[in-house]
């Protein structure tokens, strides 16, 4: 009787067990959510990515893999199709640009108009602001969850053959920029030659000369050893292009609300670090002091600057007058960019700097 108690106990737990699995798989996580990156781990993008799949293995107990797939890899080096394909499942997040989500999510080019927002203090309100809500908003709306801010930064151009100093210094230039429309625009109206092309190639088309210059921020200059190629780097902040981490919404919206919150906070923190790192020595002490203070950051960060001229570049700063010069060759550029993201969204923008 005994043994047939425990025969019926046991099938019980097979049963139950039986039943048990397909739940338990459903309830359950993938063993690797993929994160789409377009650069490579070296640079602090790719740092702040490394350091957001830490964080969440970490605030989840190691619940949450994520693993980021460096250089658009997932995308065949297809950087524009991030958002595309993230909001359609293929990809679970990504640690990207508003330059690369723009192709779905055009509200993004609020970033992008021509000598518009110049400072970070600008830019930081923009994104706490309703411009900055905006984009999310529209991420939402398209199937992606944003979740945190991050920063490639103020761009900056580089060429190999003379200093940029006002824009006839452009003319005739061939200029690498990314597959965006506003780029080609902005600096056809400057009278270079621009061809856009995905980072991929970009960097083989800087190391066999096929264009003379580019434009990026110094958290890119400096990993892709831009002074190998190109002698001139003018600082001009014409533009910026933040990083959103963001997730599918689906994907997302069935996470457990522990789980939500731990993936959101360590996007934050990610986020708070990976800026901090790509301002580092353009603010003053203040990104060093958050690295030192909240991150207990001891790894040197050179100062951006002195390393492009301690590699014999030469770094022109512009003056308030030379700027103008370039804001007003762009006008038309931004006239006619700031009418097909609506009026709305750029009085919005306006509103959030204090103009
Ligand atoms: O392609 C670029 O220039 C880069 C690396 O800055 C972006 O992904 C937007």
Request: aromatic share 10%.
């Given at each position: ?12 737990v097979m ?10 798989l459903a ?31 970490e ?14 890899a997932?995308?065949?080096g ?7 394909m ?5 990809i ?18 609020i ?31 398209i ?15 580089t ?25 080609m ?5 400057l ?15 800087f ?13 890119v ?22 990083l959103?981490?963001?997730w ?29 790192l ?22 040197e ?11 014999g ?21 931004l ?7 609506g ?5 919005k ?7």
């Amino acid at each position: 009787r005994a043994f047939f108690h425990g025969l019926v106990s046991m099938v019980a737990v097979m049963v139950l067990a039986l039943f048990m699995t397909p739940f338990a798989l459903a309830a359950g996580f993938k063993r690797e959510y993929k994160l789409q990156v377009n650069v490579g781990p070296s640079f602090y993008w790719g740092i702040g990515a490394t350091k957001f799949a830490d964080l969440v293995r970490e605030k989840t107990d190691g619940q949450i893999n994520i693993k980021p797939y460096f250089g658009s890899a997932l995308l065949k080096g297809a950087q524009l199709k991030s958002a595309q394909m993230v909001a359609k499942g293929v990809i679970d997040c990504a640690y990207e640009s508003t330059i690369n989500i723009s192709p779905v999510i055009p509200e993004a080019n609020i970033f992008h108009l021509p000598f518009f927002i110049n400072t970070f203090e600008n830019l930081d309100k923009m994104k706490a602001g309703q411009s900055g809500q905006a984009v999310f908003a529209a991420m939402r709306k398209i199937g992606l969850q944003p979740l945190a801010w991050a920063e490639n930064g103020f761009r900056q151009v580089t060429n190999s053959k003379h200093p940029i100093g006002k824009p006839a210094d452009l003319k005739g230039l061939r200029i690498r920029v990314v597959g965006n429309p506003m780029f080609m625009d902005t600096f056809r109206q400057l009278g270079a030659d621009p061809v856009n092309m995905n980072w991929g190639d970009a960097q083989t088309a800087f190391q066999q000369g096929v264009v003379d210059g580019q434009e990026n921020p110094v958290g890119v200059l400096i990993p892709v050893q831009i002074h190998q190629y190109h002698r001139y780097a003018t600082m001009w902040n014409y533009l910026v292009d933040p990083l959103v981490i963001y997730w599918n919404q689906k994907q997302w919206k069935a996470f457990p609300s522990d789980i939500r919150q731990a993936i959101q906070e360590a996007a934050q923190t990610s986020g708070r670090f990976e800026i901090a790192l790509c301002r580092a020595g353009l603010d003053g002490n203040t990104s060093l002091d958050i690295l030192k203070n909240e991150f207990n950051h001891t790894m040197e960060v050179p100062d951006p600057v002195q390393f492009m001229e301690s590699k014999g570049m030469t770094v022109s700063f512009l003056s308030t007058d030379q700027v103008k010069a370039f804001a007003d060759a762009t006008a038309p550029v931004l006239k006619k960019w700031a009418r097909k993201l609506g009026t709305d969204l750029v009085d919005k923008a306006r509103a959030d700097m204090g103009r």
